[in-house]
């Protein structure tokens, strides 16, 4: 839709005086790929959330398993910082939905789902630390 957009501002620039017909519909795309990137946000929020979530059951239950005790700072710093990103992810997704300014929603949408993912990286780094431990403990 951008490219489109795009093209349809440079024939209103080559046009002149009869462009503005060209004019609206460019801007009706920019809108349009907007809203469309606002829903793509939406959509990958819910999913990373869900992720989240189920990363968070995976980590309780390898920690009920692990005793090793070897990790244990180190985890409970990942696991508080991933909580903080979290939250820090939730509420730039919910200022991102309210604002009013296109380029300011979008871009506190982006800050939302940069954090999401941070803390999904750092729920990851647990269960990779904690595996092994696992394997290891079990095998014995």
């Known amino acids: 839709m951008n490219a489109k957009s795009e093209r349809l501002r440079k024939q209103a620039a080559d046009n002149g005086p009869g462009s503005n017909d060209l004019l609206a519909m460019a801007n009706s795309l920019d809108e349009k790929s907007r809203e469309k990137r606002t829903e793509a946000y939406q959509v990958n929020f819910q999913i990373n959330s869900a992720l989240y979530k189920e990363n968070k059951k995976t980590i309780a239950s390898l920690q009920k398993k692990n005793s090793a005790e070897e990790h ?16 820090r992810a939730e509420d730039l997704y919910e200022e991102g939905l309210m604002q009013k300014n296109p380029t300011l929603k979008l871009g506190t949408l982006d800050n939302a789902e940069e954090a999401i ?22 095998t014995k």
Do not use: C, G, W, Y
Request: aromatic letters at 2%; glycine letters at 0%; charged letters at 25%.
């Open 117 to 138: 993912l941070l803390a999904i990286r750092q729920q990851q780094e647990i269960i990779e630390i904690q595996r092994p431990a696992n394997s290891v403990a079990t």
């Open 72 to 87: 244990k700072m180190h985890l409970a710093f990942l696991v508080k910082d991933s909580e903080k990103n979290v939250r």
